[in-house]
């Protein structure tokens, strides 16, 4: 069951008739999505009976897409209906390693590669037909490979070209590892968006009796390239921030990368204080949980860890090792991504729900209106604390 809510206030017409196309790597995502939006256009009456809303009100706004493989691994895209005339949004998860397809008779498990294939195979079997194509790419393909140096590949900037070229006006993402990769798609829509609000009220929900204020709550970030999301979650919160800097041995390449000597702290005294720990993304959580660790050391209070993606790349074991410890209190992701099933069991996880926030976003688009006040939590970040101040449900 979906949660009752007041139908958001859209009073256009559509660009065109809406069609949510989430491919395998993000199904439940998508029935999700969809159920939300099934559920609020029934509530809007205005448009039912506009003849330029037809196919406005409908049971379900997905579209099936299949993506059938041959023994040998190769693979074609299809559209089981027409798409003429739709306003696309094809939702995809480059993260789900949890598929596989079968190689020659051997089992291989999918990769970004796969998936995003699987996006350009999808938007091929379109044909072009649909009025205007979408791309909601919660983690960003390649989105680390952002910048070149020296003799390397520019893979993220690529893949955006490579969408754009086969007709995508728009790409939705959340919390780019870094935000100006955009340019590289200047004339076309490139949004990302940050889980901040989702981020401080699953916090609040689960420790009612947290003090947000300067005395008692800081946010960190594990690097200095999360410094800006740091600093804005430190400022909605009218708190202070520290940072954590990597010295790298850069006379040494392990797994393709330099490795961490040190993280060294700057910032003001952390004694007492809870610490939000916030970055895009957990890959194999060395650097989380070592900086949790380092806090704990400098005494720091409750250590809340934070991250949009929740990837994992070495199990979780680790973290639960952590917990026992007393490394950190809670961990906190999105289900932007897959989230491997004995997460979601563990004492110590908060799941935030995107589905309802990603509804919005689509809801809004396909009535060709600004996302701004959507992409700009501060004002639901405001109530949030107001009713934590004045000890309201949340």
Not at 211 to 223: A, E, Q
Not at 259 to 266: C, M, R, S
Not at 272 to 288: A, E, H, T, V, Y
Request: charge should be negative.
């Amino acid at each position: 069951m979906i949660e009752p809510t007041n139908s958001p206030d859209l009073d256009t017409l559509p660009v065109g008739r809406l069609g949510i196309i989430p491919l395998s790597g993000c199904m439940e995502l998508g029935k999700k999505i969809d159920e939300y939006i099934v559920q609020w256009r029934k509530e809007r009456e205005e448009h039912s009976y506009n003849p330029m809303s037809l196919g406005y009100l409908r049971d379900s706004y997905l579209v099936e897409a299949k993506v059938p493989r041959f023994g040998s691994g190769e693979a074609k895209g299809s559209i089981t209906k027409s798409v003429r005339g739709d306003d696309l949004f094809i939702l995809v998860d480059v993260c789900n390693y949890s598929l596989t397809y079968s190689v020659c008779g051997y089992t291989n498990y999918m990769s970004p590669d796969d998936h995003f294939q699987d996006l350009k195979r999808v938007i091929a079997a379109a044909g072009g037909k649909a009025r205007r194509i979408n791309v909601i790419m919660p983690y960003l393909y390649e989105g680390r490979q952002h910048k070149r140096n020296g003799r390397e590949s520019l893979d993220c900037a690529n893949a955006l070209q490579e969408l754009v070229d086969m007709g995508v006006e728009n790409i939705i993402t959340f919390d780019a590892h870094d935000a100006r990769v955009q340019n590289a798609i200047p004339l076309h829509g490139f949004e990302t968006v940050q889980p901040a609000y989702q981020f401080i009220k699953n916090i609040l929900r689960h420790e009612p009796d947290l003090k947000v204020d300067k005395d008692n709550l800081m946010v960190i970030s594990p690097d200095e390239g999360g410094m800006p999301r740091a600093i804005y979650m430190a400022n909605v919160l009218g708190v202070d921030m520290g940072m954590f800097y990597k010295r790298r041995d850069y006379s040494t390449i392990i797994d393709g990368r330099n490795p961490i000597v040190a993280h060294e702290f700057l910032g003001a005294d952390v004694e007492g204080k809870n610490m939000i720990i916030i970055d895009d993304m957990i890959s194999s959580g060395d650097s989380m949980l070592e900086v949790a660790a380092l806090l704990k050391k400098k005494k720091a209070g409750k250590i809340f860890m934070c991250s949009t993606f929740g990837l994992f790349t070495n199990g979780i074991e680790k973290f639960d090792k952590a917990y026992k410890e007393g490394l950190f209190d809670c961990l906190v992701t999105t289900n932007l991504v897959y989230q491997p099933p004995e997460l979601m069991e563990k004492e110590y996880y908060i799941k935030c729900d995107m589905c309802k926030f990603m509804a919005l976003i689509i809801d809004t688009i396909n009535h060709d209106l600004s996302i701004s006040e959507l992409l700009n939590p501060i004002d639901r970040i405001n109530k949030i604390l107001t009713k934590h101040r004045n000890h309201e449900k949340i």
